[in-house]
T-cell receptor, first 115, second 112 residues
Framework: GESVGLHLPTLSVQEGDNSIINCAYSNSASDYFIWYKQESGKGPQFIIDIRSNMDKRQGQRVTVLLNKTVKHLSLQIAATQPGDSAVYFC??????????????FGKGTLLTVNP | DAGITQSPRHKVTETGTPVTLRCHQTENHRYMYWYRQDPGHGLRLIHYSYGVKDTDKGEVSDGYSVSRSKTEDFLLTLESATSSQTSVYFCAVGEGTATEAFFGQGTRLTVV
């Protein structure tokens, strides 16, 4: 809920500007990465994903970049709107043995869009 | 909401009591996950299931157990609740292996 944003890295932008949210992931064997958006009082919602054999993927107003060399993921939001204000999480899906995949999340970034 | 129902949505319980949270899905997803969310920690994986009776531990599994006797239900049990287990608990479902997961609305648990 409203306490989710406490103690998180924060990014404050002006409406209409572009936003870049960064994430460092931990497992070089991860083969799938996802960005989620969480609004106050709600569960996380899928934004965009990217497979490990890709460097870039574009969606509507969002772009995800993957740099496997430094294990870094970024989410770019074009023309940021007040409705984009939320906590953003990156997640990685990696093969944990056998046929099982484990989905783990980063700590999140609080994005605030100022009108 | 991908047909996910968490129950209860809110619960207050006393230290030392057992608590069970339920996640129910209607779309036959293979994977089900339990996460806890705390300020400053993001979402941490407790346990997950990759099929009926098939479960595995996540990052913060101590003090928690799970069961999945049917495809649609994934239960999270705190055998003896402690104040450190006060949190918001989210259930998620998906197919694993490079597909998105869908989240429930969360259960706010307070242990006093």
């Amino acid at each position: 809920g409203e306490s989710v944003g406490l103690h998180l890295p924060t990014l404050s932008v002006q409406e209409g500007d572009n936003s870049i949210i960064n994430c460092a992931y931990s497992n070089s064997a991860s083969d799938y990465f996802i960005w989620y958006k969480q609004e106050s009082g709600k569960g996380p919602q899928f934004i965009i994903d990217i497979r490990s054999n890709m460097d870039k993927r574009q969606g509507q107003r969002v772009t995800v970049l993957l740099n496997k060399t430094v294990k870094h993921l970024s989410l770019q939001i074009a023309a940021t709107q007040p409705g984009d204000s939320a906590v953003y999480f990156c997640a990685e899906d990696y093969h944990s043995g056998g046929s099982n995949y484990k989905l783990t999340f980063g700590k999140g970034t609080l994005l605030t869009v100022n009108p | 909401d991908a047909g996910i129902t968490q129950s209860p949505r809110h619960k207050v319980t006393e230290t030392g009591t057992p608590v069970t949270l339920r996640c129910h899905q209607t779309e036959n997803h293979r994977y089900m996950y339990w996460y806890r969310q705390d300020p400053g920690h993001g979402l941490r994986l407790i346990h997950y299931s990759y099929g009926v009776k098939d479960t595995d531990k996540g990052e913060v599994s101590d003090g928690y157990s799970v069961s999945r006797s049917k495809t649609e239900d994934f239960l999270l049990t705190l055998e003896s609740a402690t104040s450190s287990q006060t949190s918001v608990y989210f259930c998620a479902v998906g197919e694993g292996t490079a597909t998105e997961a869908f989240f429930g609305q969360g259960t706010r648990l307070t242990v006093v």
